[in-house]
């Protein structure tokens, strides 16, 4: 999965339900919550005063490092 400032959260955790630990560890804890299913990535990070495009790469990351080992 590649993620984007504009995916939806949900779409990130119904991929893999292991990466909410990259949201947890930014700070963004709504991630499970019911407006996961409607908010990107940036818009969450908007409401939360985090850095989108930091999320946004270490959810790549976290993506990338789970194929390596695949």
């Known amino acids: 999965m590649t993620v984007t400032l504009d995916t939806i959260i949900s779409d990130v955790i119904n991929e893999d339900i292991n990466a ?30 985090i850095d989108a495009q930091e999320l946004v790469k270490n959810l790549n990351n976290y993506f990338a490092a789970k194929n390596i080992m695949a």
């Open 20 to 49: 909410a630990k990259v949201f947890f560890e930014s700070g963004m804890y709504c991630a499970g919550g019911p407006s996961s299913a409607g908010e990107s990535i940036q818009q969450a990070a908007a409401v939360h005063g």
